[in-house]
Nanobody, 123 residues
């Protein structure tokens, strides 16, 4: 399984970005998620989505970020609006191999496959 993120970049506060994550070789009917890690901070779960489209968000991004997935294309997305300087971080997508309970889906230790990350900088 290989996950490849794209779509990061630099944007002014209030702007938008759309991240994509192409998952090759991934055929598990489980959760995928987006995480981020800022320098000196722990990796933070932002949003996750089940195979059948149920979505969950951390309070820090609720109402601003939208997660979606296209199972036919094996691609995960994160639409990020109203970006703030505190959103600056490396953003990672992740995919689980086994089934998860919804309350687990923002925990990074529940994911088996990770992308290399894409940098988002908000000024």
């Amino acid at each position: 399984v290989q996950l490849v993120e794209s779509g990061g970049g630099s944007v002014q506060a209030g702007g938008s970005l759309r991240l994509s994550c192409e998952a090759s070789g991934y055929s598990y009917n489980s959760y995928m998620g987006w995480f981020r890690q800022a320098p000196g901070k722990e990796r933070e779960g932002l949003s996750c989505i089940s195979w059948d489209g149920r979505t969950y968000y951390a309070d820090s991004v609720k109402g601003r970020f939208t997660i979606s997935r296209d199972n036919a294309k094996n691609t995960l997305y994160l639409q990020m609006n109203s970006l703030k300087p505190e959103d600056t971080a490396m953003y990672y997508c992740a995919a689980a191999r086994q089934g998860l309970y919804s309350f687990q889906c923002l925990r990074n230790d529940k994911y088996d496959f990770w992308g290399q990350g894409t940098q988002v900088t908000v000024s």
